[in-house]
């Protein structure tokens, strides 16, 4: 799985155990706590961006911790990062503007909006991720100016309607049919998007500002595009430190970022803590409408899904009821949680590649809950990169081994490594990037994901008999799962 397509697929990661820190002396103020975890996070170059904390409705907590840029230059609170997959709330929200002023139906057909449109779905299959549309993504990276880098601007597709014309244009299967199952889709959010736009008369950004943002006081938030100028004065660029360690590279640009719906919208911390407070108060939708978006799918087999309209949603006995959402797209990480039992709101913005949030929330959490916190382990996949780059295959085997041994403070995560083998292998570095696929199939062999990805490295090298091997591996992996 491609690098950005793996990040967008990211709704709240796996938690990794963590290291136990010390409670601070009283009488510390939870803020002065979070500032101290957050301190040490970036001691230990855990953590580079925004945090903003709300206890019973009411901010508790909120810095801008690193920079702004691989240029060097400082965050500040007004800061305005990349939402990647936080901005799909938003797309829901404009289409249920557009549901109660009588412009559309949920369960109208995608058709009745996009009549081109080559597949049977509904707007409620495409808000829920039911509808099995096809990846845009794999599509573009095959179809469009392949022999060009994803980074390059002369390879930049043409916004939401170059989306819906490719589509139309090589009809890629569908995956199965609306309703059947969950299975997360950019796609049918830039469809929403297209929906939006079509049914109002407006472009999606327009309608976006004029019935989303304003009306909720967002008044820093806007969908961007590189087709358009729009005014960013705080905007923050993604970066990531170089494979070996020794740079950092700025990581902003994609040739499919013109596309809106599924990403593309940059806000900042007071921005998204007003886009909370809107929802309690029923500024841009009614209280019916809003619990609609918080109520998940029912699949065609009676089962109940996790995800409602654009909200991931989990419930227990310590938190009650929380709808989320994480998002992941060239240098951000973003993600947004809201307790609605008891109106508490963690937003953590960053632009450095991070690979943390998730462990990064944990520690919030945990803080909010009682004042303590653990910090997370760290990445072994990113310890090991740089020795591979730096010191070769048998220097990176041998320093996974004391890695291994070292279990309190490194962890081994399958979707790291992977993460990793995809940026070695964008990066030319295929012999590399295989080493580190075959690491994962050692340490996860019973995953699909990981043996087709040690096919496309094979793939790369040129040896089609063993990329043959790994991919007929992973799919026999996959049909025992299902």
Known sequence: ?????????????????????????????????????????????????????????????????????????SLTLQSQFRLASVSKQFTCMAIMTLQEKGLLEYDDAVQKHIPEWPYE???????HHTSGTPSYESLFDEKWKPELEADDPARSMNGNEHMVSMMVQHKPDVYFEPGEKYRYSNAAYV?????????????????????????????????FSPLREDPLKNRVYGFRTSLDGKNRLDNDYHFLNPVAGDGGI?????????????????????????????????????DTSWYGFGWGIRSNEEWGKRVSHSGGWVGFSTYIERMLDHEHCIIVLTNNSALNVSEVVAGLRSILKDGTYELPKISAAEELTPVL??????????????????????????WQFNYKGYQLLEDGKK??????????????PESANVWDSQGDAYKALGDTVAASASFKKAKELSDQSE
């Open 121 to 127: 779905a509904t707007i409620r299959n495409l808000m």
């Open 1 to 73: 799985m491609k690098i950005g397509h793996l990040l967008s697929l990211l709704l709240i990661g796996v938690f990794a155990c963590r290291e136990q820190a010390p409670k601070l002396p009283n009488p510390a103020s939870k803020a002065e706590i979070f500032q101290t975890y957050l301190d040490e996070l970036a001691q230990k170059a855990q953590f580079n961006g925004n945090v903003l904390v709300a206890e019973n409705g009411k901010v508790v907590f909120k810095a801008a911790t690193g920079l702004n840029s691989a240029k060097g230059d």
């Open 266 to 302: 940059y806000s900042t911390l007071d921005d998204l803590f007003a886009w909370n407070k809107a929802l309690y108060a029923e500024k841009v939708a009614t209280r019916a409408t809003i619990e609609t978006a918080f109520t998940p799918a029912i699949l065609n087999n009676q």
């Open 389 to 414: 780059l730096n010191e070769g295959i048998d220097a990176a085997r041998a320093k996974l081994a004391t890695l291994k041994e070292d279990s309190l403070h490194y962890a081994i995560v399958e």
């Open 191 to 223: 469809l929403l998007a297209t929906i939006v736009a079509r049914v109002s008369g407006q472009p999606f950004e327009r309608y976006l500002r004029e019935n989303v943002f304003l009306p909720a006081g967002m008044n820093d938030t806007y969908v």
């Open 431 to 444: 012999e590399e990037a295989l080493a580190i696929f075959t690491i994962n199939t050692e340490n996860f």
